[in-house]
């Protein structure tokens, strides 16, 4: 049974540090494509960072240079450290996992989802 639990968020100042972890069970973590995805209040889930079976990345253009998305192996799980963290960044953040895709995708289109984990970011 596929199960994803997310951890690490949390309130935050502009300009800080977080790192979300997702706790992958019922599969390998470095066998799936696995993605890291954001919802704030009356806006649609959106893409931010995704690593595919292939261990290649993609990042949402909104974070490039500022998160960075990562396999623990042995740990199974799926992290994204968050740096320079900005207001805009506040929302929900969801991990999810696919079986289907060899490469990276940002697509909302995932099998699997955790529950969600917030981030708050203040000015």
């Known amino acids: 049974q596929v199960q994803l639990v997310e951890s690490g968020g949390g309130s935050v100042q502009a300009g800080g540090s977080l790192r979300l972890s997702c706790a992958a069970s019922?599969?390998?973590?470095?066998?799936?494509?696995m993605g890291w995805f954001r919802q704030a209040p009356g806006k649609e889930r959106e893409g931010v960072a995704a690593i595919g079976s292939n261990g290649r990345t993609t990042y949402a253009d909104s974070v490039k240079g500022r998160f960075t998305i990562s396999i623990d192996n042995a740990k199974n799980t799926l992290d994204l450290q968050m740096n320079s963290l900005k207001p805009e960044d506040t929302a929900m953040y969801y991990c999810?996992?696919?079986?289907?895709?060899?490469?990276?995708?940002?697509?909302?289109?995932?099998?699997?989802w955790g529950q969600g984990t917030q981030v708050t970011v203040s000015s």
């Open positions: 999810a996992a696919d079986p289907r895709w060899w490469g990276p995708v940002l697509r909302p289109e995932y099998v699997y």
């Open positions: 019922g599969f390998s973590s470095s066998r799936y494509c």
